[in-house]
């Protein structure tokens, strides 16, 4: 399984940007795309890693507070793309923004979504979104 991101770039504060995580690999079976879930994480300069947003494979989202009812996460299937809609932007969002991917565990269920990086296995290699004030 391959991610790749796009559409990071740098806006004003209170803007908004759709970031995209191209997919390829899923191609069945245990690569089948209904069996993962996805999820996007940022990384400000000095700082670790933080799950913003995951997506089960039912389509079950989940949020971090800090990013609650600015930031939407949707999965097109068909188009085997994961999207980061982002709404008012702070200068705070100041971050790399990268994708991942995990296959979820049988013992999970398939509303199942995580924010831990420790549990994601595919990675893209992010995308740099710059918030000026």
């Known amino acids: 399984v391959q991610l790749a991101e796009s559409g990071g770039g740098s806006v004003q504060a209170g803007g908004s940007l759709r970031l995209s995580c191209t997919t390829s690999?899923?191609?069945?079976?245990?690569?089948?795309?209904?069996?993962?879930?996805m999820a996007w994480f940022r990384q400000a300069p000095g700082k670790g890693r933080e799950g913003v947003a995951c997506?089960?494979?039912?389509?079950?989202?989940n949020y971090a507070d800090s990013v609650e009812g600015r930031f939407t996460i949707s999965l097109d299937k068909a188009a085997n793309t994961l999207y980061l809609q982002i709404k008012n932007l702070q200068p705070e969002d100041t971050a790399l923004f990268y994708c991942?991917?995990?296959?979820?565990?049988?013992?999970?269920?398939?509303?199942?979504?995580?924010?831990?990086?420790?549990?994601?296995?595919?990675w893209g290699q992010g995308t740099q979104v710059t918030v000026s004030s």
């Open positions: 991942a991917a995990q296959r979820r565990s049988p013992y999970n269920s398939y509303w199942h979504c995580s924010r831990a990086s420790s549990n994601f296995r595919f």
């Open positions: 690999g899923f191609t069945g079976g245990e690569y089948s795309m209904s069996q993962y879930y």
């Open positions: 997506i089960a494979a039912d389509g079950t989202t």
